[in-house]
């Protein structure tokens, strides 16, 4: 057994509740070190004793390294995804069959089981990859067809939210209220902290290679670059959804009929969901995912998701929503959360070797204030000229 003994207890109590009886529990391999981040990811089978059943899980459990709990609020992050797959899931999928007697939208993981007690964390979900789903190479941009699904399906999941909102309100904010906050707490969490102050640093030497107007804005930027970020997670609007809230390819899933063609998608890892403008989710994979080419097509990919969010809210009978325009308006206010998420997320993306993601790895180098040796890691001239074309177009259309 490679997972802990209280993970194995929650497996148990899935086999019995899944109507297995004479069973075995096989453990059958481990995401490469890293991939978790926060914790390790597991796969794991239940089997009857005649392998006639079998049910195909994957298995998300926290480090109990002290030194990555002491630096990340890990309990909090799986609180967070256990409260969204055992509460707020459940109400928008027993929403959509009631007033639809369909699901729509069902590009989640199905979750099995979970235990938040600290220490003991954990979630067990359905294996996708045994259905054919795949993360697509982080390393590369997404094509026009996957961001054109990715925000079509944005728009259904935030309508979800709309419609929610609009038959009960308060049920909606007393559930949603009870998500602790990730993000704003960046001035807690040392690696964040740095990650960002680095990121403004890194964009004032690029921007000053090639457009000094754009140096000046990022240097303002720079003056407070953890206050930026933080006010940047605060919305005043009044269409506020529940989030996903780390949206960059590594956090999806993808099923293709050929290399590029993706005929479905599931979103994962709920661990920083929160409620704030639909901007925040779609900025943040727009700007992480997209090209420069793409870039170029924002407002076919913003009709896109307004169509999928109104043909969406239409179909629960729900008529309070954003509009395309006022979309348009938000994305101007609100983008930014976004497109620091996606200058951040940069370095995870384009790093030479995986091993380097390894927290534990990456914190005795903040330790030793190595930081270099940290952005050493990563593809330094591709970050480059990726964080160019990103600033570039929103330095052209109004949004710095």
């Given at each position: 057994m490679i997972y802990n003994k209280s993970t194995d207890k929650v497996l148990n109590h899935i086999a019995k509740d899944e109507g297995f009886t004479d069973y075995k529990i096989c453990s059958?391999?481990?995401?490469?070190?890293?991939?978790?981040?926060?914790?390790?990811?597991?796969?794991?089978?239940?089997?009857?004793?005649?392998?006639?059943?079998?049910?195909?899980?994957?298995?998300?459990?926290?480090?109990?390294?002290?030194?990555?709990?002491?630096?990340?609020?890990?309990?909090a992050l799986y609180k967070n995804e256990a409260l969204f797959y055992n509460i707020i899931w459940p109400k928008f999928t027993n929403l959509q069959q009631d007033v639809m007697g369909k699901m729509i939208f069902d590009n989640v993981p199905k979750c099995y089981g979970s235990e938040i007690k600290p220490g003991e964390e954990c979630i067990v979900l359905e294996n996708l990859r045994s259905k054919g789903f795949e993360t697509f190479p982080k390393s590369e941009y997404l094509d026009k067809k996957m961001l054109e699904m990715i925000f079509k399906k944005y728009g259904e999941l935030h309508a979800l939210s709309f419609a929610y909102k609009m038959k009960d309100s308060t049920s909606f904010e007393v559930t949603c209220g009870q998500l602790i906050p990730y993000w704003t707490g960046a001035k807690n969490i040392i690696p964040l902290k740095v990650s960002i102050q680095t990121l403004f640093q890194k964009c004032v030497s690029y921007t000053s290679k090639y457009n000094s107007k754009l140096q000046s804005k990022m240097e303002k930027i720079n003056e407070n670059p953890l206050d930026a970020f933080i006010d940047s997670n605060y919305y005043k609007g009044k269409y506020g959804?529940?989030?996903?809230?780390?949206?960059?390819?590594?956090?999806?899933?993808?099923?293709?009929?050929?290399?590029?063609?993706?005929?479905?998608?599931?979103?994962?890892?709920?661990?920083?969901?929160?409620?704030?403008?639909?901007?925040?989710?779609?900025?943040?994979?727009?700007?992480?995912?997209?090209?420069?080419?793409?870039?170029?097509?924002?407002?076919?990919?913003?009709?896109?998701?307004?169509?999928?969010?109104?043909?969406?809210?239409?179909?629960?009978?729900?008529?309070?929503?954003?509009?395309?325009?006022?979309?348009?308006?938000?994305w101007k206010e609100y983008s930014k959360f976004g497109w620091i998420m996606a200058l951040i997320i940069l370095r995870a993306k384009l790093v030479k070797d995986e091993t380097n993601l390894d927290l534990l790895v990456m914190l005795n180098e903040f330790e030793k204030r190595n930081y270099e040796a940290h952005l050493e890691a990563s593809d330094e001239d591709e970050i480059e000229k990726r964080t160019m074309s990103i600033l570039n177009h929103l330095d052209k259309c109004g949004y710095l």
């Amino acid at each position: 057994m490679i997972y802990n003994k209280s993970t194995d207890k929650v497996l148990n109590h899935i086999a019995k509740d899944e109507g297995f009886t004479d069973y075995k529990i096989c453990s059958y391999g481990q995401i490469s070190k890293g991939q978790g981040l926060t914790g390790e990811l597991y796969f794991v089978n239940i089997k009857s004793e005649d392998n006639i059943k079998q049910l195909e899980l994957l298995i998300k459990e926290a480090t109990k390294i002290k030194k990555i709990r002491d630096y990340f609020p890990v309990n909090a992050l799986y609180k967070n995804e256990a409260l969204f797959y055992n509460i707020i899931w459940p109400k928008f999928t027993n929403l959509q069959q009631d007033v639809m007697g369909k699901m729509i939208f069902d590009n989640v993981p199905k979750c099995y089981g979970s235990e938040i007690k600290p220490g003991e964390e954990c979630i067990v979900l359905e294996n996708l990859r045994s259905k054919g789903f795949e993360t697509f190479p982080k390393s590369e941009y997404l094509d026009k067809k996957m961001l054109e699904m990715i925000f079509k399906k944005y728009g259904e999941l935030h309508a979800l939210s709309f419609a929610y909102k609009m038959k009960d309100s308060t049920s909606f904010e007393v559930t949603c209220g009870q998500l602790i906050p990730y993000w704003t707490g960046a001035k807690n969490i040392i690696p964040l902290k740095v990650s960002i102050q680095t990121l403004f640093q890194k964009c004032v030497s690029y921007t000053s290679k090639y457009n000094s107007k754009l140096q000046s804005k990022m240097e303002k930027i720079n003056e407070n670059p953890l206050d930026a970020f933080i006010d940047s997670n605060y919305y005043k609007g009044k269409y506020g959804v529940l989030l996903h809230g780390d949206c960059w390819s590594n956090n999806m899933m993808f099923q293709f009929d050929s290399p590029r063609n993706p005929i479905d998608m599931k979103f994962i890892d709920f661990q920083v969901c929160q409620v704030g403008s639909p901007v925040f989710d779609l900025a943040y994979s727009f700007y992480s995912g997209g090209s420069e080419e793409i870039f170029n097509e924002l407002d076919h990919f913003l009709e896109i998701y307004s169509k999928s969010l109104t043909d969406m809210c239409q179909q629960l009978n729900c008529n309070k929503y954003i509009s395309l325009d006022e979309l348009k308006i938000e994305w101007k206010e609100y983008s930014k959360f976004g497109w620091i998420m996606a200058l951040i997320i940069l370095r995870a993306k384009l790093v030479k070797d995986e091993t380097n993601l390894d927290l534990l790895v990456m914190l005795n180098e903040f330790e030793k204030r190595n930081y270099e040796a940290h952005l050493e890691a990563s593809d330094e001239d591709e970050i480059e000229k990726r964080t160019m074309s990103i600033l570039n177009h929103l330095d052209k259309c109004g949004y710095l």
